[in-house]
């Protein structure tokens, strides 16, 4: 399994970003991806998670009602949409593709929100 994540970059804080995970080498519909983040010295986080199934969709506290998480099964690819952006934000974002028994991670992408 392969997971490429890419759509990082530098934006004003208020801006928009939008991250894309696309994964190879499984059968999408059967995991639930997650973005999390880590920013320096800090722990990684879980950001938002979508089920590959069925669409359902969790979102932490802190991005809630800025952040959507959609899917589209057709590419195998997940799209992390982040409106309002603020400098909290700043990290680096993984995409995690998991099921019951298996766990992959893909390379980051960094997220810079400048003020």
């Known amino acids: 399994v392969q997971l490429q994540a890419s759509g990082g970059g530098l934006v004003q804080a208020g801006g928009s970003l939008r991250l894309s995970c696309a994964a190879s080498?499984?059968?999408?519909?059967?995991?639930?991806m997650g973005w999390f983040r880590q920013a320096p010295g800090k722990e990684r986080d879980g950001v938002s998670y979508?089920?590959?199934?069925?669409?359902?969709?969790d979102y932490a506290d802190s991005v809630k009602g800025r952040f959507t998480i959609s899917r589209d099964n057709a590419k195998n690819t997940v799209y992390p949409q982040m409106n309002s952006l603020e400098p909290e934000d700043t990290a680096v974002y993984y995409c995690?593709?998991?099921?019951?028994?298996?766990?992959?991670w893909g390379r980051g992408t960094l997220v810079t929100v400048s003020s």
């Open positions: 080498g499984c059968t999408f519909t059967n995991y639930t």
């Open positions: 979508i089920s590959l199934s069925d669409g359902d969709t």
């Open positions: 995690n593709l998991r099921a019951a028994r298996d766990a992959y």
